[in-house]
């Protein structure tokens, strides 16, 4: 596989831990690549995962006091910064993209191991913990990090009138399905995300369920 | 002043203060739209200012160890997270642009106003006293958070093989002048990026300075 470093190798003279850590840091530029399928609120393109990233670390700081249980905001900060990081290698898979999903977990756990070896062996691990934490959804951060993975794209739906909300197939009860993981971590946060899906389904920016 | 939001109101039945931090983190989208000078690694485009936020967190995170004193890593997350909002309405000033600057101070103590306003009161005080930290570069989390922010286009630029070092009327001097901020927090990431600058120079990727 080759590197983004291998490009333009770092220089003779710098350490070795520390030359680990800037090559991941300049492979993970690879992030800002990676396409999503929200189209954004501030200009007429889709979303990247970078940016995507830190946008969840935004809404982390300023909206974790509607957390159901205390979260710790900087271990959670730190989880959505690294929660996209293995679809550098293993791509982003569409929330209504049923198909796709059935190996992205195996592609994944292949990113993972490529990606985080890159770094030195204590930060592989701690990125890797991330990682998994993230995906088990068990600890209240993991569970807060996913509310603001789900409530992020209803955001950019909303002001796009539709966005992926009008994906072909999808219906209002599809995306009340898949975004019910926000009640998982705030009340609050849920209630104000079935607004938006309700009040957008009544406006026609999504497709009533089959009898509905 | 219209916001992101005013096109698309956010509909009736979320609590005041809820739609206020809603309004807020729709309308920072617009840092996505922020253009930097700075050249990709990953593709052939500049990067824009979220997606640079995002990369100065994953380098604190996992740079932090290299400080040369303590830092709390999760408030010097929240310093670079917010670090350039404030160029959502007063744009980016490019680091070599000597003339952009005089009036920098004023447009973007403007702007600051402006976006952090239409948070709640506290969180809108919490956020300008994040900016101000990271303006003021005092604390040892503001000095941290200030060389990652040197020190990501020099990384950007390294495997550019000049990128914005070939600005006109730029010399390997003044790059060395500018970035050297980066040994305020850390000896050992100084020497790096003078690695980074020295080799450059040599590999003809800078300007010689007049004489030199």
């Given at each position: 596989m080759e590197l983004l470093v291998d490009k333009t190798p770092l220089p003779e003279g710098i350490d070795e831990r520390l030359s680990r850590q800037l090559t991941f840091l300049i492979e993970v530029d690879r992030l800002k690549a990676v396409l999503r399928q929200s189209p954004l609120a501030a200009a007429e393109r889709r979303e990247n995962d970078a940016e995507h990233s830190w946008h969840l670390a935004m809404m982390v700081v300023l909206l974790a006091e509607h957390s159901d249980e205390p979260i710790d905001v900087g271990h959670t900060v730190e989880l959505v910064l690294v929660h996209d990081l293995v679809e550098i290698y293993a791509g982003d898979t569409p929330l209504?993209?049923?198909?796709?999903?059935?190996d992205q977990d195996a592609r994944e756990r292949a990113a993972a191991d490529a990606l985080f070896g890159l770094l030195p062996v204590d930060q592989a691990e701690r990125v890797r913990a991330l990682w998994d934490e993230f995906e088990e959804r068990r600890t209240p951060e993991a569970k807060f990090a996913k509310a603001m993975d789900r409530l992020q794209p209803l955001l950019l739906n909303w002001m796009a009138r539709g966005g992926t909300w009008k994906?072909?197939?999808?219906?209002t009860g599809d995306i009340r399905e898949r975004k019910a993981v926000i009640g998982d971590a705030s009340a609050g946060l849920w209630q104000a995300g079935q607004r938006l899906i309700d009040e957008g389904a009544a406006r026609g920016w999504s497709r009533p369920d089959a009898g509905g």
């Open positions: 209504y993209d049923t198909g796709a999903g059935h994906t072909p197939g999808v219906t």
